[in-house]
């Protein structure tokens, strides 16, 4: 009789046999993924509640969208209008981990004439709506007459190094 309560073939526990016996680790490496991914956006939610502005990029953004123009023809430079808002999260990570990059920063200033419009503004919401934005960040590069050559989203700080790098040459 002994024998008969250990011949039994099904398993003890159901969760450590099956196709959900890995589902806890999964999801965990899931989680950590996202999380790692979205690190600077978090971060960036994180110091906007702490009340902790992002450094000062040292660009020296153009908030005039016409005269901006009129630079970008005077100079030959091809105009990079950023679109932003600073309620955004991922706006507000790229003005603490993209545009402080001195990398960044040295290729704006030797091949882009640079405007920031915030969303929220008159002259954003106009530029915007001509340019069709639909999310921010939205950076878009055009010419002086205001023709779109190339657009994106957010991008880390190495997506739009390589960003400007290809656009400049």
């Given at each position: 009789?002994?024998?008969?309560?250990?011949?039994?073939?099904?398993?003890?526990?159901?969760?450590?046999?099956?196709?959900?016996?890995?589902?806890?680790?999964?999801?965990?490496?899931?989680?950590?993924?996202?999380?790692?991914?979205?690190?600077?956006?978090?971060?960036?939610?994180?110091?906007?509640?702490?009340?902790?502005?992002?450094?000062?990029?040292?660009?020296?953004?153009?908030?005039?969208?016409?005269?901006?123009?009129?630079?970008?023809?005077?100079?030959?430079?091809?105009?990079?209008?950023?679109?932003?808002?600073?309620?955004?999260?991922?706006?507000?990570?790229?003005?603490?981990?993209?545009?402080?990059?001195?990398?960044?920063?040295?290729?704006?200033?030797?091949?882009?004439?640079?405007?920031?419009?915030?969303?929220?503004?008159?002259?954003?919401?106009?530029?915007?709506?001509?340019?069709?934005?639909?999310?921010?960040?939205?950076?878009?590069?055009?010419?002086?007459?205001?023709?779109?050559?190339?657009?994106?989203?957010?991008?880390?700080?190495?997506?739009?190094?390589?960003?400007?790098q290809r656009l400049s040459g």
């Amino acid at each position: 009789m002994a024998d008969d309560k250990h011949e039994t073939n099904a398993p003890t526990n159901p969760r450590r046999h099956g196709p959900l016996r890995h589902a806890q680790w999964v999801m965990l490496v899931i989680l950590v993924g996202v999380i790692v991914l979205q690190w600077p956006i978090y971060r960036s939610i994180g110091m906007g509640l702490l009340n902790i502005d992002p450094p000062d990029d040292g660009i020296g953004w153009r908030t005039d969208f016409a005269a901006a123009q009129v630079e970008a023809a005077e100079t030959g430079k091809p105009l990079l209008v950023n679109f932003t808002a600073d309620w955004c999260g991922p706006c507000v990570a790229m003005k603490r981990d993209v545009w402080p990059r001195d990398s960044v920063g040295e290729l704006i200033a030797a091949g882009y004439v640079p405007v920031r419009l915030d969303i929220d503004l008159i002259e954003g919401k106009s530029v915007g709506a001509e340019y069709d934005v639909r999310a921010i960040p939205t950076t878009i590069v055009m010419d002086a007459e205001g023709q779109e050559i190339e657009r994106a989203n957010y991008l880390s700080r190495r997506g739009m190094e390589e960003f400007l790098q290809r656009l400049s040459g």
